[in-house]
């Protein structure tokens, strides 16, 4: 009996039950947010699909807690070719999503798996690796180290939006990359060169690059006279949006109760909008409640990178803090009709099978670090 309790006791003794726990909390309050905004949608097993995510998560937490990250990294270059190799097939079994603007998923016996949600686990442990091992050899801020960092940070947002369309989640990609290289040390005249050199090309960028469709929903929550006359839904999605947290007030409708939410008047209700159908339903204090949950979650990812005594180790953790922070203002920021619409999920409480495994994929990463604290030292690749 005392060999099968042992692991259970090391496990609770040692890893990260903390993170475990804020994780769990925010779950169960994505699921009954998923249970409510999809109760007058037609049938489907969403409460299931939710509940199964977060089983298979809760699982791959507790594995990669035993995992050390140590041994992950030193697979970095396999972890890039596995990665790319996801993303690209999508060129061939990818499949749209209600809307028909992105082919963003793969569907398998009915599950549905997409890869550029997945891949910014390996991707952040990827860019960590390369920062890591740079500062070891102290030329982190050379110009060979600056390009390769670029180089392979480029091929995987450039395969994200080539595969899938996926803007929004390669702005996020942008995101965790820009936090990673300011903690990791990337001095300030590179990220000037950067800011100049996209100063320069964006013209071309918005011309050139970006549709229509992309233009008209950056300019949105700015410019709405300047959006497309034809395609005035990226306006009425934020509008409906900001009218379902409004009538919520302070306390909400009360929960399955939300005239909007219930009626389905609102886009994505379950998935991009869960924020808004809970402010509908459930007020400025379930709002209050998702935000001080993530918001915890996000502090203790940094404490833990910072108590690692480890570079790489604290740029992983750093790297996951900035995925649930980038994730979470975008989210919000959308729900609130101040920032562009570009179809981000809420971490942990938004609809979806593999952003649900990938959050806790990322806090098991993190609660691995808190395990094993290091030596201080720069990790020797």
């Not at 905004?37 to 990669?64: D, K």
């Amino acid at each position: 009996m005392r060999l099968f309790f042992r692991p259970i006791l090391r496990f609770l003794s040692e890893a990260d039950v903390l993170l475990l726990v804020l994780c769990l909390l925010s779950s169960i309050y994505g699921i009954i947010l998923v249970a409510s905004s999809t109760a007058a949608l037609p049938p489907g097993n969403y409460v299931n699909v939710q509940i199964g995510a977060v089983v298979i998560g809760v699982a791959l937490f507790v594995l990669l807690t035993y995992v050390d990250i140590d041994i992950i990294a030193d697979k970095s270059g396999l972890l890039f070719v596995v990665s790319l190799f996801f993303i690209s097939t999508l060129f061939i079994w990818g499949y749209g999503d209600e809307i028909g603007t992105r082919v963003a998923w793969l569907r398998f016996w009915g599950i549905g798996i997409q890869p550029a949600e997945v891949v910014k686990v390996p991707f952040i442990i990827i860019i960590s690796s390369m920062l890591a091992a740079y500062k070891e050899r102290k030329n982190l801020n050379t110009f060979v180290s600056i390009i390769k960092l670029g180089a392979v940070s480029a091929m995987v947002l450039g395969a994200i939006l080539l595969a899938s369309d996926d803007f929004g989640s390669a702005l996020m990609y942008f995101f965790i990359l820009l936090a990673m290289l300011f903690v990791g040390g990337v001095r300030l005249r590179w990220f000037l060169i950067g800011g100049a050199a996209f100063a320069a090309i964006s013209p071309l960028i918005w011309y050139n690059v970006l549709d229509q469709k992309h233009r008209n929903r950056l300019m949105a929550p700015f410019f709405q006279e300047l959006v497309d006359p034809t395609r005035q839904d990226v306006l009425w999605q934020p509008d409906m949006s900001v009218r379902a947290i409004a009538s919520g007030g302070f306390y909400g409708q009360g929960l399955g109760n939300g005239t909007i939410t219930q009626s389905v008047s609102l886009p994505s209700q379950h998935t991009d909008f869960i924020f808004s159908a809970a402010g509908e339903e459930l007020g400025f204090i379930g709002c209050i409640l998702i935000m001080l949950l993530l918001t915890a979650i996000i502090i203790r990812c940094v404490y833990v990178g910072i108590k690692s005594n480890n570079s790489l180790g604290m740029l992983v953790c750093i790297g996951f803090a900035a995925m649930f922070i980038s994730q979470t203002i975008v989210n919000i920021g959308m729900c609130l009709g101040i920032l562009p619409v570009i179809g981000v999920t809420l971490p942990f409480f938004s609809y979806g099978g593999s952003s649900i495994v990938t959050f806790f994929a990322a806090a098991g990463i993190v609660s691995g670090v808190k395990m094993r604290p290091k030596p201080l030292r720069f990790r020797t690749m």
